[in-house]
Structure formats: structure tokens, C-alpha cells
């Protein structure tokens, strides 16, 4: 059983853990976007859009688990 006092702590390590995923994606995410404008540079403004997009989606995630990890 987990004292009271480390209980505040498991939930940030827990946190810790889980905003591995998004920082991972968004990695994923950029890298994408910077490979396709390299290989074709007229398309950036189309791509630009669809990575912010695909950003905003993956750091809620990372938002949604802070609040999450406060709350609990």
C-alpha cells in the first residue's frame, strides 16, 4: 500500500510516463512535415496546416494527462 504522502508523487511520475507518447508524436509529427517539405517545397503551405493540426491533436493529449494527474 502506497502512503498518503507519495500519493500526489505517483501521480506526476505516472504523468512523467504517459507525456512520453505525445513527445514522441509530435517528434513523429515534425519530422514528417520537414521530409515532405524538402521533397517538395511547393506543398508547405498544405503541409504546414496538417502538421499544426496533427500537433494540436497529440499535445491534448499531454494536457488532457496533466489534468488527469492533478485531479486524481
Known sequence: MIPMAMDGSANM???GLAA????VGIGLIFAAYIS???RQPEAQSR???IAILGFALAEALAIIG???A???
Do not use: K, N, T
Request: glycine share 22%; aromatic share 10%.
Open 66 to 68: 496533466i489534468a488527469l
Open 20 to 23: 512520453i507518447g505525445p513527445g
Open 13 to 15: 511520475i505516472g504523468y
Open 70 to 72: 492533478f485531479v486524481l
Open 47 to 49: 503541409l504546414q496546416s
Open 36 to 38: 515532405g517539405v524538402a
